[in-house]
């Protein structure tokens, strides 16, 4: 299934810098070879998924990685926003947050999301999460077509 990995984007939404470089990092380690993109808060979210400046040429994610703790427009509001789109509901959402509140847990999987996961406090675990990720998302399951808006 390594023929459809090139064409594969996946899209972080996380505000924080230390998190975004040790995602790429841990991604790169597990020999992911789809595209990353990273926007940094809710507002940037669906700026990017509408193409809206700078995201104009922005390829359709064929899955988001959503941290739920994040100015502007955090991850939950996001999170209904995208499913609530008829555009973008099929849209796979991995929630990847510091939070581990079960009310946060709830919220998220009744609006839809696909999973939820914490954030570890260590790279090792991160990189097995990462490694999971795309064994799961991009190695195993079939995701939409990402190349049609």
């Not at 020999?31 to 995201?55: I, K, S, T």
Request: proline share 5%.
């Amino acid at each position: 299934m390594t023929g459809k990995q090139p064409k594969t984007s996946i899209l972080i939404a996380d505000d924080d810098a230390d998190d975004r470089m040790l995602l790429e990092q841990a991604f790169r380690e597990s020999n992911l070879q789809a595209q990353l993109c990273f926007v940094e808060d809710g507002e940037e979210l669906m700026d990017y998924l509408h193409q809206r400046e700078p995201y104009a040429a922005s390829p359709r994610p064929s899955l988001i990685i959503l941290d739920l703790n994040m100015p502007r427009k955090n991850g939950i509001q996001a999170l209904r926003e995208i499913k609530a789109n008829e555009q973008f509901r099929q849209i796979p959402v991995v929630v990847l947050t510091t939070s581990t509140a079960e009310e946060d847990i709830l919220r998220t999987y009744d609006l839809g999301v696909s999973s939820y996961i914490s954030k570890p406090f260590d790279f090792g675990t991160l990189l097995d999460i990462t490694t999971t990720i795309k064994k799961y998302w991009i190695d195993t399951v079939s995701l939409p077509d990402d190349s049609t808006r």
